[in-house]
């Protein structure tokens, strides 16, 4: 059987593969498969605005009656795109009455459903240009880039709304940590995003906040968390990120009383990257250092790295000495009940969805401005399994499923 390569870039070439074979078993029987469904899709559609014309007008072809509102003016002819592909459609109007059909607005050529998927596609990964191709390929009609990355400023108020909310007081935890993305407005130079995730009472994982900060700086982060504290989110027990000496202070500043708890996976590529005989201690020592943090207590964790530094003290010191600088921070997780201790032990819960965001923005290399790359964070996030508070409004580029399913019910 012939692999199939279903990369983006293969993906229309691979479905008219597919349809070929599906002909040739017997199972379609033709090749204008595509073309019967529109031709259908365009009849119902068709009939549709054929009767809310007749609603409005409350007459029929050449019916004679006295609650008739108005008269009918011939046709005019209209492309309208769907998910099901490009149809044409005849549009009735009236003499003396503009209606607004329930199926499109003024000046409307596509459904907002194809526009959503258009959107979603991007935000999944494809460029603007690759899904240009891609959405030509299977539905007959494109957009093309900027009219594309323009439907991403549908999430503009969405965006605002998110970042005004108030913060409900039911999270426990919060972890810090950051990416860095290129900007073409400042010369394609590097700045960090800062992101702060929240583990509510029921364990449970909300992206709080972003932020493009100017560096991985004390002011930055203070900034973020005081906006945080601002919105209601007052009280934590525990704030979890790497050793950075920036986030420290920005905790000592805004959450003075929450237990500190420094990545202990953090720690150990700081002791990888300290080792100085590498080929012949790296395996060994890694493999003791990550026995501390199996251990069932605190006391016999440190009772584990006492035993490390006994052996390791001589052999490596300077990955010892990096080892020892902040150690008991990272066992703090130990303070907190058994169920909780991998939420909080290291900031990796946070460090997977930031990779996975920069997956995905990695395949437009740079973004042009600030809001360009804060729309497309948010919308990437949005379709991530990160759950956001329920209190920001839905995206108005959402579907309008309610009306599509009594369309072709």
């Not at 000592?252 to 005989?277: D, G």
């Not at 919308?379 to 399913?405: F, W």
Request: glycine share 4%; hydrophobic share 35%.
């Amino acid at each position: 059987m012939r692999d199939l390569n279903l990369s983006q870039d293969n993906l229309a070439g691979q479905w008219q593969y597919v349809k070929r074979n599906l002909t040739d078993s017997g199972i379609i029987t033709h090749d204008s498969l595509e073309t019967d469904i529109r031709l259908i899709i365009q009849g119902i559609l068709q009939r549709n605005i054929d009767q809310e014309f007749q609603d409005a007008i409350q007459a029929e072809y050449y019916q004679r009656t006295d609650t008739r509102i108005d008269l009918r003016c011939g046709y005019y002819d209209r492309v309208f795109t769907s998910t099901f592909g490009q149809v044409s459609l005849k549009i009735p109007r009236a003499r003396n009455t503009r209606l607004n059909y329930k199926l499109f607005d003024t000046y409307q050529r596509r459904h907002k459903k194809l526009d959503y998927c258009i959107a979603l596609s991007m935000i999944l990964g494809l460029s603007t240009r690759k899904q240009s191709k891609l959405f030509y390929e299977v539905m007959g009609d494109s957009v093309s880039h900027q009219t594309a990355s323009k439907l991403l400023l549908a999430l503009k108020e969405e965006l605002r709304a998110y970042r005004q909310q108030p913060i409900a007081n039911k999270y426990k935890y919060l972890i810090l940590d950051g990416m860095w993305v290129h900007i073409k407005e400042l010369s394609i130079r590097q700045r960090p995003v800062l992101f702060a995730l929240g583990i509510t009472k029921d364990n449970k994982k909300e992206l709080l906040s972003f932020k493009l900060a100017k560096g991985e700086t004390e002011a930055e982060y203070t900034s973020l968390l005081n906006d945080l504290y601002r919105r209601g989110l007052i009280q934590l027990d525990c704030i979890i990120a790497d050793g950075s000496e920036s986030i420290t202070a920005a905790v000592n500043t805004v959450y003075p009383y929450a237990q500190r708890q420094y990545c202990y996976t953090h720690k150990l590529r700081n002791l990888s990257q300290n080792i100085r005989h590498k080929y012949k201690h790296r395996q060994k020592i890694l493999k003791d250092a990550k026995k501390i943090y199996r251990q069932p207590s605190k006391q016999q964790a440190i009772r584990e790295f006492n035993k490390f530094l006994h052996i390791w003290q001589t052999l490596e010191p300077k990955a010892c000495k990096n080892f020892k600088n902040n150690f008991i921070s990272t066992l703090n997780h130990y303070d907190f009940p058994e169920a909780d201790r991998g939420l909080i032990s290291t900031s990796n819960h946070l460090e997977r969805y930031i990779e996975e965001i920069r997956r995905r923005t990695k395949i437009q290399g740079y973004f042009k401005t600030e809001n360009s790359l804060n729309l497309w964070l948010f919308g990437i996030i949005k379709h991530l399994n990160i759950t956001i508070p329920e209190d920001v409004p839905k995206s108005s580029i959402q579907p309008e499923l309610e009306y599509e399913s009594a369309q072709f019910s």
